[in-house]
């Protein structure tokens, strides 16, 4: 058909070109496409869909974003210029209400044409997982490491003038790359995106990949639905209990890729008996939920302070419990509010701050009204 089109075009025939370019795209609104989104939760994945089908959130037929969660079913977006391409907005894996065993049966991942697996920190326990069962189906999947550009912006409020734009990201591209081939996934495909600047990162190879690797019928129909945009991600850490900054000497580590590896102590420098324990993150690649426990040895702290940059996750909810168990003290400390107020204000078109705090709060509770326990939301 798209020769028949040429051809035309070069002989002049207008009437002819018309007429070929009609049908071919009344051939593409019959060619069905079904691409999966998922990702555990807070990761920017419903902005993400949204900006794949060169939609606004807070536009109609957009999907619902936010701070707390808001994927709760499997929901369907037809992209708006072709009916027939499907982007399927999965809730997070690892979430309380989808947990990672029962995640396959609940969402029936066989009906879809290729999987795109999104985090916005470090991919985790549950993203190898559930690549792994999207492998044995023999399918397509691509990580999505996204909210690139807020990673940029901490970075370069942590270390002012040592900032290094492009060494940062290939760190972040190396780590994410180089976790994933430890959890014996081979040639992992991992792209850096930014759901609110156009065209920067990795979205465009992103787009040229799809085009390349999915079959041929299907390719020219996500060529024409793919508008040319990106998504974004944030991380870094702060010393907030201490009182002291990420370059100051004794700082704990801090960047956009892991950087506590091991159990480490750090006194507080005015009060040397008070010791800040930094324990890795649950749930990742090296630190599975299952092996945390033991790993780190948890019943020689006094108490915990479990902390999350987006949505809290059922491996935080197993930590708790293990800790409940020991009958010691344990606090929910919501981090990078003031990231997430920022996020909110640039993509809904009425955007209150008190409302958006009320509603961060209510959603931490309600999630996990089983612990009586406390939550804070901290910012830098």
């Known amino acids: 058909m798209e020769e028949e089109i040429k051809e035309a075009l070069q002989n002049n025939e207008q009437n002819l070109a018309v007429e070929k370019i009609n049908a071919f795209l009344e051939e593409l609104n019959n060619i069905s496409l079904n691409i999966t989104v998922t990702r555990e939760c807070g990761s920017g994945k419903s902005t993400f869909v949204n900006a794949f089908r060169g939609i606004k959130n807070g536009d109609e037929g957009a999907a619902p974003t936010g701070c707390v969660e808001t994927t709760t079913e499997v929901t369907a977006y037809h992209h708006p210029n ?40 470090r991919f985790t326990e549950n993203n190898v997982k559930l690549a792994r069962e999207i492998q044995k189906m023999k399918k397509k999947f691509y990580f999505v490491r996204c909210k690139i550009d807020s990673d940029l912006y901490n970075e370069e409020q942590d270390f002012k003038t040592k900032f290094d734009r492009e060494k940062t990201l290939m760190e972040i591209r190396q780590n994410c790359i180089q976790n994933l081939k430890d959890e014996g996934l081979t040639s992992p495909e991992v792209f850096l995106v930014s759901s609110f600047k156009l065209g920067k990162f990795d979205f465009p190879l992103l787009q040229k990949t799809l085009e390349r690797q999915i079959p041929r019928h299907k390719r020219d129909a996500l060529l024409f639905a793919m508008p040319t945009i990106n998504s974004e991600i944030i991380t870094k850490k702060k010393e907030v209990f201490q009182d002291i900054d990420n370059r100051d000497e004794g700082a704990a580590p801090t960047g956009c890729v892991e950087t506590t590896t091991e159990v480490a102590a750090y006194p507080h420098p005015n009060y040397p008996n008070v010791t800040f324990w930094d324990l890795p993150g649950v749930g990742t690649t090296k630190f599975p939920a299952n092996k945390y426990k033991k790993h780190v040895g948890l019943e020689k702290f006094d108490f915990f302070i479990i902390v999350s940059a987006t949505r809290f996750r059922e491996n935080d909810v197993k930590l708790a419990q293990e800790i409940q168990k020991m009958g010691k003290r344990f606090y929910f400390v919501r981090s990078k509010i003031d990231i997430d107020l920022q996020n909110e204000e640039r993509s809904q078109r009425e955007f209150d701050r008190e409302k958006t705090l009320i509603k961060i709060r209510e959603n931490c509770i309600q999630a996990y009204h089983s612990f009586s326990c406390l939550f804070y939301l901290v910012g830098e």
Do not use: C, E, M, Q
């Open 82 to 121: 072709y009916p027939n391409v499907i982007l399927w907005d999965l809730p997070g894996v690892g979430t309380p209400r989808f947990r990672a065993d029962k995640y396959l049966d609940n969402v029936g991942l066989d009906k879809f044409d290729f999987f795109i697996i999104i985090s916005a920190t």
